[in-house]
C-alpha cells in the first residue's frame, strides 16, 4: 500500500492565482480531513470528508473548497491564495468512528507570494 | 464545541527519565477517542497512542502511557526512560467525527 500521498511536494503561488492540492489513499478508508500546519504551530482543521459525497467545514475553511466524489481521493482547492496561506498543508484519512487514528500524507509546502 | 488545550510550549527532560506532556480537553459528548501523535523535525506526523472514551484503563504503548482522568478531561502522555530519539514535537488529539489537534508541546531531551 501507498498509504496517503499528496502532490505537490512543494509549490510557490503570486497571490491570486487558485490551485488543487491532491490527495489520494489506497486503504479504503471512509474519513478523510485536510489540516495546514503554520511554522510552529498545531494542526488545523481546513475541511474534512466521513464518506463519497460527504464533506464538512473544519475550523478554518475561508478561501478553501473540497469535494469527495471517490473514496480514494480528496482534493483541496485554494480559490484566491493569498499570503495567510503560506503553510504546510497535511491530508489524512482513518477508518472512520471515534477510536481510529489517522494515517498522514507527507504533506505539501506552500508558499504564496 | 470540541477543544484540546496543550499549555507548555516547550519542555526539557534528562535522558533516561520520564516525562509528562499535559493535554486538557472539552467536549459535551460522551463518546470520544483521545490521540497522540508524535511530530519529529522531519515533519512527518506518528501516531502514538489512543485513549477512548469509556475506557476505564489507561493506555499504554511500550514507553508511552496515556493518564487519561475523565472528570477533569485531561489525557496526559508520559514518556518513561526518555531517549535522545524521543525530541520532538508532540501534539494531543481528540476525534468526534472529525479530529482536531492541540497546539503541541515540543521536547527536548538532553544527553
Known amino acids: 500500500n501507498a498509504g496517503v500521498t499528496q502532490t505537490p511536494k512543494f509549490q510557490v503561488l503570486k497571490t491570486g492565482q487558485s490551485m488543487t492540492l491532491q490527495c489520494a489513499q489506497d486503504?479504503?478508508?471512509?474519513?478523510m480531513s485536510w489540516y495546514r500546519q503554520d511554522p510552529g504551530m498545531g494542526l488545523r482543521l481546513i475541511h474534512y470528508?466521513?464518506?463519497?459525497?460527504?464533506?464538512d467545514q473544519g475550523e478554518v475553511p475561508n478561501g478553501y473548497n473540497v469535494s469527495r466524489s471517490t473514496t480514494e481521493d480528496f482534493p483541496l482547492r485554494l480559490l484566491s491564495a493569498a499570503p495567510s496561506q503560506t503553510s504546510v498543508y497535511f491530508c489524512?484519512?482513518?477508518?472512520?468512528?471515534?477510536?481510529?487514528?489517522?494515517?498522514f500524507g507527507p504533506g505539501t509546502r506552500l508558499t504564496v507570494t | 464545541a470540541q477543544k484540546i488545550t496543550q499549555t507548555q510550549p516547550g519542555m526539557f527532560v534528562q535522558e533516561k527519565e520520564a516525562v509528562t506532556l499535559d493535554c486538557t480537553y472539552d467536549?459535551?459528548?460522551?463518546?470520544?477517542?483521545l490521540f497522540w501523535y508524535k511530530q519529529p523535525s522531519s515533519g512527518e506526523m506518528i501516531f502514538l497512542i489512543y485513549?477512548?472514551?469509556?475506557?476505564?484503563q489507561n493506555a499504554t504503548e511500550g514507553r508511552y502511557s496515556l493518564n487519561f482522568q475523565k472528570a477533569r478531561k485531561s489525557a496526559n502522555l508520559v514518556i518513561s526512560a526518555s531517549q535522545l530519539g524521543d525530541s520532538a514535537m508532540y501534539f494531543c488529539?481528540?476525534?468526534?467525527?472529525?479530529?482536531?489537534f492541540g497546539a503541541g508541546t515540543r521536547l527536548f531531551v538532553k544527553a
Open positions: 489524512a484519512s482513518s477508518y472512520g468512528g471515534n477510536s481510529y487514528e489517522q494515517y
Open positions: 486503504m479504503n478508508h471512509e474519513y
Open positions: 470528508s466521513v464518506g463519497a459525497g460527504i464533506t
Open positions: 467536549t459535551s459528548d460522551q463518546s470520544y477517542g
Open positions: 485513549q477512548g472514551s469509556y475506557d476505564e
Open positions: 488529539a481528540m476525534t468526534l467525527f472529525k479530529t482536531i
